[in-house]
């Protein structure tokens, strides 16, 4: 009586008894298994990344990892789990040409891509809301990578904070060559402690145009992308709160981890070693 049930169901099924009772012993394929362990690839990356990763850089995370898993599975696993990666805060802008500045000219031109380390620096503040009150961040980014080299936060917007933040930079990188920095017409790059700690370290100001953001666009570009994937998914009790998840994403994965289009898909830092490595074996 025990076997009528199971040859009804396999009639129903088109398939034999012996299949069925295979099926039960083993059944999960060796697809689904695969697949299984892609996932848990897929979850480590995804998790690791912030929750921010789309498909394309996960892929490139388990290339990396020697995991061989096609792009188009890594893009169905993620689906199916409802893996996505960070969008949407986008802002739109108005194109204005805006006035020169009469402290610098624009040298930069917006010629974003460069050749070598330390050849253009950009530099901008931005502000993060806390429940303590505005905390605010000042960063100097290389072009060539798009290695964030100095940063500065504070409660105040003033000129100690973009100097503090171009401080790091120029201790990091020593420049021996001049280095053309660019940066809005605000109050604090046109003061006169900015201009003297530039001809001090024998760097070249450039200034965008007034009002117009464009000009200084992978700075902009920056400060959204870390809003979108930190700032806007975290709650701040207190500026000191807000100053270590903003250093955590900088220093720890920003630089370090995060696959950047620009640099090959690479992080900022394994672009600029990659740079370096090739110099040595010319």
């Known amino acids: 009586m025990a076997r009528y049930p199971v040859r009804l169901l396999c009639s129903v099924l088109s398939c034999h008894p012996s299949g069925y009772y295979a099926w039960l012993k083993t059944p999960v394929t060796q697809r689904e298994k695969k697949e299984r362990e892609h996932l848990g690839f897929i979850k480590q990356s995804w998790l690791e990344s912030g929750g921010v990763y789309g498909y394309r850089k996960i892929y490139r995370d388990l290339l990396a990892q020697g995991v061989a898993c096609g792009k188009n599975r890594v893009a169905r696993l993620m689906k199916l789990e409802g893996l996505f990666s960070q969008r949407g805060y986008h802002k739109r802008y108005r194109y204005r040409s805006g006035q020169a500045s009469e402290v610098a000219d624009n040298h930069l031109q917006r010629q974003f891509e460069v050749r070598a380390p330390n050849q ?134 920003y630089n370090a ?26």
């Open 120 to 253: 253009v620096w950009v530099t901008d503040i931005t502000y993060i809301k806390t429940h303590e009150g505005w905390l605010f961040l000042a960063v100097v980014m290389d072009l060539f990578s798009r290695h964030i080299i100095g940063w500065s936060m504070s409660h105040k917007i003033n000129a100690d904070l973009v100097l503090n933040a171009l401080i790091m930079a120029i201790w990091r990188r020593k420049p021996k060559h001049r280095v053309l920095v660019h940066s809005d017409q605000g109050s604090q790059y046109t003061s006169y402690d900015w201009s003297e700690l530039l001809q001090a370290h024998g760097l070249k100001a450039s200034m965008s145009r007034k009002g117009n953001c464009h000009d200084n666009a992978v700075a902009e570009s920056f400060f959204a992308q870390l809003k979108r994937e930190r700032v806007k998914r975290r709650i701040y009790s207190d500026r000191e709160q807000a100053k270590q998840d903003i250093f955590d994403y900088i220093e720890m994965f």
């Open 257 to 282: 981890k995060r696959r950047h289009g620009n640099n090959d898909d690479v992080s900022p830092v394994e672009f600029e070693k990659n740079y370096f490595m090739k110099l040595k074996g010319i």
